[in-house]
């Protein structure tokens, strides 16, 4: 894809049918993950079915500098959101009813079913009861400029630095820095997973599934670090906070549909794996349906607070 689409959403959601094009992302020559016909897509099942425990896991404690920063923001009339890689729109879900005042999301994916979800659900009201409106944006997220960012109060994403290269995320932080804007980046993957009780094969499991995460350019486990490192070299405070899926048997369906893909994963990584892999999975789940199993996932989320611009 080469070019940004703007879509208008649902009257009552959106700005009256109306969305505006700001030309907020600009896509740059990535042959890596370009969005095609046959791109691969995150199933919608599957974002629903985490979307309870990502909301549980993320780090609350980060709202409250942000809230700071937010409300010191320079000339504000309102606050504009841009949730990268937005899925069917759990982000916006989460922290839109916990901010206050008038907020525009700006949608960002390259799938136009998933900005569909995510308009159609999204929030439409602040903490304090403001308006929220959105629009969407169709495109690459993995690319964009500060003028990219002009007028955006902050940048949003979930499970998106794990899938970037350090440049991607060397031009993401640049981007936010020169737009003054501060960044909200959570659930990253860490590549530490704990499973109650152990199995002699899971630090197997996880190392091939850390080095899945890295194959190509892509950071996987170590892109937390990455980030926090290229926004400090552009000025910016950082903040980082632990942010861990703790399942059980009350999440037993999104446990077994984790580990399909988890164990997966690990095998398209070493596939001589397999067998073993296979048998591991079928206990796992024999396990995970007997409510005899328990998962920590970790992740981290980041808060990024550049130097504010305009005066501030």
């Known amino acids: 894809m080469t070019t940004t689409e703007t879509e208008a959403v649902v ?17 740059g020559d990535r042959t890596r993950g370009e969005a095609t016909d046959d791109t691969p897509r995150y199933a919608p099942e599957w974002l629903e079915l985490r979307e309870p425990a990502d909301a549980g896991a993320r780090a609350a404690e980060l709202l409250d500098p942000l809230r700071i920063r937010l409300a010191n923001l320079p000339g504000r009339g309102g606050l504009v959101i841009h949730d990268l890689g937005c899925g069917t729109g759990s982000m916006g879900r989460w922290l839109a009813p916990r901010l206050d005042g008038p907020q525009h999301w700006v949608l960002h994916d390259r799938d136009p079913y998933l900005l569909h979800f995510a308009a159609v659900g999204s929030p439409r009201s602040a903490a304090d009861g403001s308006r929220v409106t959105v629009e969407t944006q169709r495109g690459d997220v993995a690319r964009l ?11 949003t994403a979930s499970a998106l630095l794990d899938v970037l290269t350090p440049d991607e995320i060397e031009a993401l932080a640049a981007a936010c820095a020169g737009a003054g804007c501060p960044a909200l980046l959570t659930l990253s993957v860490v590549g530490r997973v704990e499973l109650t009780p152990a199995h002699p094969l899971d630090d ?7 080095d899945h995460q890295r194959r190509g350019d892509l950071l996987g486990p170590e892109s937390i670090n990455a980030a926090c490192d290229a926004f400090a070299r552009h000025g910016a405070t950082v903040r980082v906070h632990p942010s861990a899926w703790r399942l059980g048997p009350d999440e037993s369906a999104l446990i077994a549909e984790w580990l399909r893909g988890w164990v997966g994963a690990a095998v398209e990584q070493r596939p001589e794996l397999a067998a073993r892999a296979d048998a591991y999975l079928k206990e796992r789940l024999a396990a995970c349906e007997a409510g005899e199993l328990n998962v920590v996932v970790h992740h981290s989320d980041l808060l990024a607070l550049a130097r504010p611009t305009g005066g501030a």
Do not use: H
């Open 11 to 27: 009257p009552g959601q959106g700005r009256e049918g109306q969305a505006r094009d700001k030309g907020t992302i600009r896509l």
């Open 145 to 155: 400029t500060a003028d990219a960012l002009a007028g955006a109060s902050l940048v």
């Open 204 to 210: 197997e499991i996880v190392d091939a599934f850390n």
